[in-house]
């Protein structure tokens, strides 16, 4: 892609990185923005990091799912174009999110068995599933998770968004636990880019959220979750 107006960095896995993705797509219809879909790898941020102290029993087996889908995603942008990339992400967050969640999903999501219905869906050949155990593929996905932390800073997860590359802002998240409405789409993306484009501006936070709504976790839209501080994959390390 030439010159996008977003670039957005994401980790298939990442329900916040899908809901922000999501919303993105609401306000990209509505302002026709163009919009570039990258990789960053929850798997490799976490790399040096004991899974097994930091994090629930089932973040490290999703988080590698999720470099393994990854790797898939960086073939088919090599041999397919970029604009392959975000009908691809769009249907695996699909069936990762917006179904509910079934015991063994972190593990089922990293194999062909899931992934090969999938790329059907979207119109890719189902030997694009060879790059799930493909290790080649991590080099680039490191560097564009590289690229995305050199923008924001490293204490950060998913999603990562560049408005208006390269000289425009950048940012993590936003990280929201429900879809806005069509009109209030674009109000919230004027507010957080206003924000952002601050230079000073460095973080406005709250901890206490609700789980996200999606039929994965058992919310469905609409229905106010529990609040809680409760991460759900989006950050480098549960704190």
Same mark, same amino acid.
């Given at each position: ?7 957005f960095?994401?980790?298939? @896995?990442c329900?916040f990185?899908?809901?922000?993705s999501? $919303? @993105?797509? +609401?306000?990209?219809? +509505?302002r026709e #923005?163009? *919009?570039? $879909?990258r990789?960053?790898?929850l798997?490799l941020? =976490?790399?040096h990091i004991? #899974?097994d102290t930091?994090f629930?029993p089932?973040?490290e087996?999703g988080?590698?799912?999720g470099?393994?889908l990854l790797?898939v ?11 392959? *990339?975000g009908p691809l #992400?769009a ?6 999110? !917006?179904?509910? =969640?079934e ?5 089922r999501?990293?194999?062909?068995e899931f992934?090969e219905?999938v790329l059907?869906?979207?119109?890719l050949p ?8 493909d290790t080649?593929w ?7 998770t590289d690229?995305a932390?050199?923008?924001t800073g490293?204490? *950060? ?8 590359p390269p000289?425009? @802002?950048a ?12 009109? !209030?789409?674009v109000?919230l $993306?004027?507010?957080? @880019?206003?924000?952002a484009?601050f ?7 709250r901890?206490l959220r609700?789980?996200p709504q999606l039929?994965?976790f058992? *919310?469905?839209p609409?229905?106010?979750?529990? +609040?809680?501080? $409760?991460h759900?994959g989006?950050?480098?390390q549960?704190?």
């Amino acid at each position: 892609m030439a010159s996008p107006d977003l670039r957005f960095w994401f980790d298939p @896995v990442c329900p916040f990185a899908w809901m922000t993705s999501t $919303w @993105v797509r +609401q306000v990209s219809a +509505q302002r026709e #923005y163009a *919009v570039e $879909w990258r990789f960053i790898s929850l798997r490799l941020l =976490n790399a040096h990091i004991d #899974y097994d102290t930091h994090f629930p029993p089932e973040y490290e087996a999703g988080h590698t799912a999720g470099l393994r889908l990854l790797r898939v995603a960086a073939r088919a942008r090599a041999e397919h174009g970029p604009d392959a *990339v975000g009908p691809l #992400y769009a249907a695996l967050g699909a069936q990762i999110f !917006e179904t509910p =969640n079934e015991p063994g999903d972190e593990v089922r999501r990293g194999t062909r068995e899931f992934l090969e219905p999938v790329l059907a869906e979207v119109g890719l050949p189902a030997d694009l599933a060879d790059a799930l155990d493909d290790t080649a593929w991590d080099e680039q996905i490191r560097a564009e998770t590289d690229e995305a932390l050199a923008l924001t800073g490293k204490d *950060v997860g998913t999603p990562i968004l560049h408005f208006r590359p390269p000289e425009g @802002v950048a940012f993590f998240g936003p990280v929201i636990s429900r879809l806005p409405s069509e009109e !209030e789409a674009v109000a919230l $993306w004027d507010h957080v @880019v206003g924000l952002a484009s601050f230079p000073g501006f460095a973080e406005l936070k709250r901890s206490l959220r609700e789980r996200p709504q999606l039929p994965a976790f058992g *919310v469905r839209p609409g229905e106010a979750g529990t +609040q809680e501080d $409760w991460h759900g994959g989006s950050r480098r390390q549960k704190r």
